[in-house]
């Protein structure tokens, strides 16, 4: 698995970014035609990781991104499935909710998957940068310090600065803690375009994404995403694997909050709704 950050060079137009596909397919799909209807091209798509996890379909998912030849980041998922490790790495608390759910998911995955994704998987960079609106842009999992890190909105800013000052970035593009949002401080861009693949536990099916734009400045918009849950749904019936999740992804409701700090926490069964977001340029 490499270990630098991956370089891209200079990005224009409009860019797509989305991630935490968790093995749905259904929200993949969805992702790809929505792509090909704003016409933004998969040089100017960004998965920031965790292509599979806790749905019903790890195989499709890689074997869709990997033909749609987008920009991918490895998760915490991909790096230990490539190592052969025997969970997932999100160092949930023993006992907990999450680690018996994982007990479930993640040993699927590893029966699903073939050689073959696994090397593709081998393939994915850590860290993306690259340059937009003249902005320096980096694109992390958890955090350029830790892969599992679940880095929130409430998550103190000293914490995200550190990530800044390591990868020389204005823009961080940030994925793994489920949940969308953005926090400015001093021209620095956090930003979480939430994930594809679970709701983010505000009492909707609805999904979520990013899109950014490089008219006069640079521009992003968290948006909402509908799909086919209800298959979702379905495919994971008579599954090894948690069927408290298959619910979530129709009621919109984490089954806890394990991970959650208590901002967050509270906010839960709350509609989540964005502003489109616009910065000068430096």
């Not at 960079?125 to 937009?132: G, H, K, L, N, V």
């Not at 799909?227 to 919109?252: E, F, I, W």
Request: neutral net charge; aromatic residues 10%.
């Amino acid at each position: 698995m490499a270990k630098k950050v991956k370089d891209i060079g200079a990005l224009k137009g409009k860019i797509l970014v989305f991630g935490g596909v968790y093995s749905n397919l259904q929200a993949l799909k969805a992702i790809k035609s929505l792509a090909s209807s704003e016409r933004i091209t998969p040089e100017n798509i960004i998965c920031t990781g965790d292509v599979v996890a806790y749905c019903a379909e790890p195989k499709e998912c890689v074997q869709l991104v990997n033909a749609w030849g987008i920009h991918c980041i490895a998760g915490n998922v991909e790096l230990n499935l490539v190592n052969d490790l025997n969970d997932c790495g999100c160092n949930f608390n023993e006992g907990g909710r999450c680690d018996i759910f994982s007990r479930q998911w993640y040993p699927y995955l590893k029966n699903a998957l073939s050689k073959v994704d696994m090397d593709w998987m081998a393939t994915l960079p850590e860290f993306i940068s690259f340059a937009y609106a003249d902005k320096k842009v980096a694109v992390v999992h958890g955090s350029y310090f830790n892969t599992s890190e679940f880095i929130f909105k409430s998550t103190d800013w000293h914490s995200k600065q550190k990530n800044f000052e390591a990868l020389n970035t204005d823009v961080i593009l940030a994925g793994h803690c489920g949940l969308p949002f953005s926090d400015i401080n001093n021209n620095k861009i956090w930003l979480n375009a939430g994930v594809i693949g679970m709701p983010a536990n505000d009492g909707t099916p609805r999904v979520w994404y990013a899109i950014l734009e490089d008219t006069k400045g640079f521009n992003f918009e968290i948006k909402a995403l509908d799909y086919d849950y209800n298959t979702a749904s379905d495919l994971m019936v008579d599954k090894p694997l948690p069927q408290t999740y298959r619910q979530t992804l129709r009621n919109g409701i984490w089954d806890n909050c394990e991970i959650l700090p208590q901002q967050e926490a509270y906010l839960q069964g709350n509609q989540l709704n964005f502003t489109k977001m616009k910065t000068k340029t430096k």
